[in-house]
């Protein structure tokens, strides 16, 4: 997402003629683009970076409900049956 967003930015700044980026060829201006490709279908899929990311949020939103009914049950949260 980093990526586009510096594409927009450069692509703003190089429309509204600021220095640095006036001056750069319109490839310098669209290679943040072209990584954010890269990024999300090659990079991306080959670490499963994005599906370890929400398992481990889903995981932590499902302990937090576990805990949530465990204190509504009064049974408190450091306590377990053996």
């Known amino acids: 997402m980093g990526f586009v ?9 190089k429309w509204l003629g ?19 490709f890269v990024w999300w279908e090659v990079i991306d899929p080959m670490f499963n970076i994005s599906k370890k990311r929400a398992m481990n949020d889903m995981a932590q939103r499902q302990e937090q409900r576990r805990r949530k009914y465990r204190e509504s049950l009064g049974l408190g949260v450091g306590r377990r049956k053996k």
């Not at 967003?5 to 700044?13: D, E, K, M, R, T």
């Open 5 to 13: 967003v510096l594409g927009v930015v450069f692509i703003v700044l």
């Open 18 to 36: 600021v220095a640095p980026v006036a001056g750069w060829s319109w490839w310098w201006v669209l290679l943040p683009f072209a990584l954010a």
